[in-house]
């Protein structure tokens, strides 16, 4: 049985990959009891039940007025952080947009401190002070959500930059949306990750929709991919709904990435059942549309899997689920409880030099 934690759980995974097509069409990998080990299935059933039901309490504590200000959840998107999970390595510096809460409890956040900092306490991630689109974590080597729409493109180059100049064979996973992708900051950010040859996993989570706005209508290039072509650079598309395919992509571009030969640039088709924040009531997108999408749910589609080829049994997945309801139970007590940040905290995390003279009381 797996053990059911978001701190340590280490999948075991195969390094076999299938790679991944490249003719517009997001790779479907195979279906094989023998291809991962029981243990990775069981992991990533874990990582995205945790973020769905994580989530799912955030919009509860929202319409409690809990939790104030923009909510962006990852309803829909989990199969993307469970590859992520098992393909990389937790030395790889991630960093992100704003729909971020998923991809923060994957690299090892906890539920009481992601949900805490969701309700402006001090115990949260950040002591409070970033809220929903500001998770960060130095010993997670996860540096966040960013709230202005494709800032971290080129921060994500920048780190990976460090990375190079520093010698190691880290890689920055750079992650952003649709909406994100025609910022003139990426094209500067491939130009120079191309040229100097730097070790970045660009990902696109092409969700299909900018806000409100469909990808359709903001260009005629649909296939996101193929804008890497322009640098030259290694790009193909992925099946997001399905943590096999994301695997196989993502470990595959590492390996071409640790091997010193430059960036690489994934789109990972996905989709979101929830609006684009908590505010959006999705009206823009038919109802057939996001059923044709649900059926695909990576979690149940995930959860058949395992029980259809006897990867687990039905005992081991139901111990998963009460574990992570118990989970989500405390850190909502967590939340509850913690206190406020003391206003003296308004002076402290501001400047690295400790007696910073511009500081005014």
């Not at 991630?125 to 998770?135: D, I, L, N, W």
């Not at 966040?144 to 880290?170: C, L, R, S, W």
């Not at 299909?208 to 005629?220: L, P, W």
């Amino acid at each position: 049985m797996a053990t059911v934690t978001n701190k340590k759980t280490t999948a075991k995974t195969t390094t076999r990959s299938n790679g991944a097509s490249t003719n517009g069409k997001a790779k479907t990998s195979k279906t094989s009891k023998s291809k991962f080990s029981k243990e990775t299935y069981l992991d990533w059933y874990e990582v995205m039940l945790r973020i769905r039901r994580f989530e799912e309490a955030a919009l509860m504590s929202y319409g409690q007025q809990k939790i104030r200000g923009f909510l962006h959840v990852y309803i829909g998107q989990e199969a993307i952080a469970a590859g992520l999970k098992s393909a990389l390595r937790h030395e790889d510096p991630i960093v992100t947009a704003y729909r971020q809460h998923g991809i923060g409890l994957m690299r090892g956040l906890t539920s009481d401190e992601c949900m805490a900092e969701l309700y402006g306490k001090f115990t949260g991630c950040v002591k409070g002070k970033g809220g929903s689109m500001h998770f960060f974590s130095k010993e997670h080597n996860y540096f966040g959500g960013n709230g202005i729409v494709g800032a971290q493109i080129p921060i994500g180059t920048g780190i990976g930059f460090a990375e190079k100049y520093k010698g190691t064979d880290n890689l920055c996973v750079t992650m952003f949306g649709d909406g994100a992708s025609r910022q003139g900051a990426l094209y500067e950010s491939f130009n120079m990750a191309m040229a100097w040859k730097l070790p970045v996993l660009y990902i696109v989570e092409n969700n299909h929709y900018g806000m409100g706005t469909s990808v359709e209508r903001i260009t005629n290039v649909t296939d996101i991919y193929k804008v890497g072509s322009a640098f030259d650079m290694p790009s193909e598309p992925v099946d997001g709904m399905d943590p096999e395919s994301v695997h196989d992509a993502l470990a595959k571009a590492a390996a071409h990435i640790r091997a010193g030969k430059g960036p690489y640039f994934l789109e990972i088709k996905t989709y979101r059942y929830k609006g684009h924040s908590v505010s959006d009531p999705g009206l823009y997108r038919s109802k057939e549309e996001l059923k044709e999408y649900m059926d695909k749910d990576p979690i149940k589609v995930l959860e058949s899997r395992i029980l259809d080829n006897k990867i687990a049994t039905e005992d081991e997945i139901n111990a998963i689920k009460d574990a992570i309801k118990a989970e989500i139970k405390q850190a909502l007590k967590f939340a509850d409880e913690s206190p406020w940040p003391p206003a003296e905290e308004l002076y402290t995390d501001n400047y690295v030099q400790e007696d910073y003279p511009f500081i005014r009381d």
